[in-house]
């Protein structure tokens, strides 16, 4: 019996100890995560491009298990995004946190530079921006001693500065401090201290399948720096990663958790239909071990995969998937006047500026953060103006997006239109469908196209155009961003939406 009760007490603690762990941890356009510890709060942030609001912010417990509190940049005057497309706009964020203050450093790409904005609880509101001098993107905050220092990648060498915190004043001259091991765009840069070493971490070789981490230390601040003989510290470009689903692993901030263990967030990418990825580059995590004085290895030298095997980590719990208002976006900053809420649906205004032109576009929608999904609403035809198109539409960058639509004609007659446009290839498929009054539009996809259906007076489902997810991946249309999926209307008039389903498989 003495036996038995010890096989099962440690058949108990070896459960404690290990566990799955399902990458991306944060699905969908997510890409450049940094993040913080706050006592028993982990907090994280994400680029946003030329998206409105910008910044997502999230909470967690355990880093497996995150909730969206938020966004960072919620107002015009810390947030202009006129004319900027997903490849501009806000790039990757730094969050931290000090002596009862959170800062987030970023740079915001086509209006401005590099800025810092700062709150005393993470749920804002934030300050409005504090320019900075010393540009380069992917800026990052050091504090120590009563001084903030700052790193950037201006002419592709992570370069230091310190700052003044409350006035974004530079105080030292920028000191040139390592290029990395030769890949190319060595960005992304963070400082930690341990055991005596300024470890610096960044990212190199671009944001596609080529991407990787890698880490210097110097006992100086202002080094010199020595690379990390076991160089890269995390990559899937590689001979036993090049198979795995996630690829473009890079981008990384480690943080301590309360039981002294260390972990990092990355951004990567899961590829659909072959080398495509539409969904995003995703925010993934993976263990870290740090013996002192010694160099970081990730994940134990192995490459990532959507399931590992990890120790100390709490279960995953099913994602909520019902959109929350922080998780609306809109393309560049919208025009309040478009949008109005209507009992559990949505009238949208639309201007003669279509999502090809660019140009605050009468858009709403969200990220889409699995590959099997679905999306659906009503539209009331009697109700729509003439001149006024509107339905659904999945975006990935001005000249990248489909839909599926309802357009009314001077005769009262109504018509399904399903349109694309990928580049400079357009295409348009139409259904008529004669004098109704509610039309249910639905795209759906299993991660390898898109279906685009409709449904009249109640009757069931009927396919309109079916198209590869491919065709909208960062490899065909590019852009730094991922598929947003939501309602929009453009012409004259007005659009009635009665609700509007998201939902996953």
Same mark, same amino acid.
């Given at each position: 019996?003495?036996?038995?009760? @010890?096989?099962?007490?440690?058949?108990?603690?070896?459960?404690?100890?290990?566990?799955?762990?399902?990458?991306?941890?944060?699905?969908?356009?997510?890409?450049?995560?940094?993040?913080?510890?706050?006592?028993?709060?982990?907090?994280?942030?994400?680029?946003?491009? $030329?998206?409105?609001?910008?910044?997502?912010?999230?909470?967690?417990?355990?880093?497996?298990?995150?909730?969206?509190?938020?966004?960072?940049?919620?107002?015009?005057?810390?947030?202009?995004?006129?004319?900027?497309?997903?490849?501009?706009?806000?790039?990757?964020?730094?969050?931290?946190?000090?002596?009862?203050?959170?800062?987030?450093?970023?740079?915001?790409?086509?209006?401005?530079?590099?800025?810092?904005?700062?709150?005393?609880?993470?749920?804002?509101?934030?300050?409005?921006?504090?320019?900075?001098?010393?540009?380069?993107?992917?800026?990052?905050?050091?504090?120590?001693?009563?001084?903030?220092?700052? @790193?950037?990648?201006?002419?592709?060498?992570?370069?230091?500065?310190?700052?003044?915190?409350?006035?974004?004043?530079?105080?030292?001259?920028?000191?040139?401090?390592?290029?990395?091991?030769?890949?190319?765009?060595?960005?992304?840069?963070?400082?930690?201290?341990?055991?005596?070493?300024?470890?610096?971490?960044?990212?190199?070789?671009?944001?596609?399948?080529?991407?990787?981490?890698?880490?210097?230390?110097?006992?100086?601040?202002?080094?010199?720096?020595?690379?990390?003989?076991?160089?890269?510290?995390?990559?899937?470009?590689?001979?036993?990663?090049?198979?795995?689903?996630?690829?473009?692993?890079?981008?990384?901030?480690? @943080?301590?958790?309360?039981?002294?263990?260390?972990?990092?967030?990355?951004?990567?990418?899961?590829?659909?239909?072959?080398?495509?990825?539409?969904?995003?580059?995703?925010?993934?995590?993976?263990?870290?071990?740090?013996?002192?004085?010694?160099?970081?290895?990730?994940?134990?030298?192995?490459?990532?995969?959507?399931?590992?095997?990890?120790?100390?980590?709490?279960?995953?719990?099913?994602?909520?998937?019902?959109?929350?208002?922080?998780?609306?976006?809109?393309?560049?900053?919208?025009?309040?006047?478009?949008?109005?809420?209507?009992?559990?649906?949505?009238?949208?205004?639309?201007?003669?500026?279509?999502?090809?032109?660019?140009? $605050?576009?009468?858009?709403?929608?969200?990220? $889409?953060?699995?590959?099997?999904?679905?999306?659906?609403?009503?539209?009331?035809?009697?109700?729509?103006?003439?001149?006024?198109?509107?339905?659904?539409?999945?975006?990935?960058?001005?000249?990248?997006?489909?839909?599926?639509?309802?357009?009314?004609?001077?005769?009262?007659?109504?018509?399904?239109?399903?349109?694309?446009?990928?580049?400079?290839?357009?295409?348009?498929?139409?259904?008529?469908?004669?004098?109704?009054?509610?039309?249910?539009?639905?795209?759906?996809?299993?991660?390898?196209?898109?279906?685009?259906?409709?449904?009249?007076?109640?009757?069931?489902? $009927?396919?309109?155009?079916?198209?590869?997810?491919?065709?909208?991946?960062?490899?065909?249309?590019?852009?730094?961003?991922?598929?947003?999926?939501?309602?929009?209307?453009?012409?004259?008039?007005?659009?009635?939406?009665?609700?509007?389903?998201?939902?996953?498989?």
């Amino acid at each position: 019996m003495k036996k038995l009760l @010890v096989s099962i007490t440690f058949a108990m603690v070896s459960l404690t100890l290990s566990a799955q762990l399902m990458n991306p941890v944060i699905p969908g356009f997510h890409p450049d995560p940094s993040v913080c510890r706050v006592g028993d709060n982990f907090y994280l942030v994400n680029s946003s491009f $030329q998206y409105f609001p910008g910044v997502p912010i999230f909470q967690s417990k355990d880093l497996v298990n995150w909730t969206q509190i938020g966004n960072v940049l919620d107002r015009d005057s810390q947030l202009p995004l006129k004319g900027l497309t997903s490849w501009q706009g806000i790039y990757a964020p730094t969050l931290r946190y000090h002596d009862g203050t959170y800062y987030m450093i970023t740079t915001n790409i086509g209006h401005g530079g590099n800025f810092m904005v700062t709150a005393t609880n993470p749920e804002g509101p934030w300050s409005e921006p504090i320019w900075l001098e010393q540009q380069g993107i992917d800026p990052s905050l050091w504090f120590e001693n009563g001084k903030c220092y700052m @790193v950037s990648n201006p002419d592709n060498t992570i370069t230091l500065c310190e700052i003044d915190p409350k006035s974004g004043k530079q105080l030292t001259p920028s000191k040139a401090l390592w290029q990395g091991t030769g890949g190319r765009y060595p960005e992304g840069p963070h400082i930690y201290k341990k055991d005596g070493y300024y470890y610096l971490l960044i990212s190199e070789g671009g944001t596609e399948m080529a991407h990787r981490l890698t880490i210097a230390r110097s006992k100086n601040i202002y080094g010199p720096y020595e690379a990390n003989p076991n160089n890269p510290l995390l990559t899937n470009c590689s001979l036993a990663g090049q198979y795995m689903q996630i690829q473009g692993t890079g981008h990384g901030d480690f @943080v301590q958790a309360k039981d002294g263990s260390w972990w990092i967030v990355f951004l990567a990418y899961r590829n659909y239909g072959g080398s495509y990825h539409h969904i995003g580059r995703e925010t993934c995590l993976a263990p870290v071990e740090w013996k002192k004085g010694r160099w970081p290895v990730i994940n134990s030298g192995n490459p990532i995969d959507t399931v590992m095997q990890v120790k100390t980590l709490a279960p995953q719990l099913p994602r909520q998937t019902e959109t929350k208002p922080v998780e609306w976006l809109y393309i560049q900053n919208p025009i309040p006047e478009n949008y109005e809420h209507i009992g559990q649906g949505f009238r949208l205004h639309a201007t003669e500026r279509s999502l090809t032109d660019n140009q $605050q576009p009468t858009f709403m929608g969200r990220r $889409q953060e699995s590959a099997v999904f679905s999306m659906e609403t009503e539209l009331d035809a009697s109700k729509l103006s003439f001149g006024c198109k509107a339905g659904l539409s999945v975006y990935q960058i001005h000249d990248g997006h489909m839909e599926i639509s309802v357009e009314k004609y001077m005769t009262g007659t109504v018509a399904v239109v399903m349109n694309y446009q990928v580049k400079t290839l357009k295409g348009e498929t139409m259904a008529e469908a004669g004098q109704e009054d509610k039309i249910r539009l639905r795209i759906a996809s299993d991660g390898n196209s898109y279906r685009f259906e409709y449904a009249l007076n109640g009757l069931p489902w $009927q396919l309109l155009a079916e198209h590869d997810c491919p065709l909208l991946s960062t490899e065909m249309v590019g852009g730094f961003t991922g598929a947003i999926v939501g309602m929009y209307a453009e012409g004259e008039g007005t659009a009635d939406f009665s609700y509007f389903k998201y939902s996953e498989k």
